[in-house]
């Protein structure tokens, strides 16, 4: 079984909306919105879906790999999602990390408040 191609209006589309993306993560970058390290991974989803989008016989092929035969274009859906999944990991592990930096630097504070109010009894 042959699997179907992309339609160019599909591809179209993706391709503008993966572009924009990526203007929109340098924008804030520049804009200092978004922490260069941040974004990496955003600018990383933006190029593979970018490239994805617009070569359409490559995602057709990739497609036909992964076993997708009735619709190509879903392979960008699921590596979007993909990426998405990675980013909201990474996000969770830095939150979690702040998260324990917030907890000791609240027990300093009140060692330090408790060493002031016994100095000044």
Known sequence: M?????PFKVSLAATAASVVLVLVVF?????RRLRE??????LL???VLVVLSAWRGGLNTIAGWLGVRGYPPAVLFAVGLLFV?????HYSTVIS???DQ???LA???ALLEERLTRRDE
């Open 2 to 6: 042959i699997a179907a191609q992309t």
């Open 27 to 31: 924008e804030l970058i520049r804009s």
């Open 37 to 42: 390290r941040y974004a990496l991974l955003w």
């Open 45 to 47: 989803t933006g190029i």
């Open 85 to 89: 999944i990675l980013v909201l990991l």
């Open 97 to 99: 990390r702040l998260s």
């Open 102 to 104: 917030n907890v000791v």
């Open 107 to 109: 027990q300093r504070l």
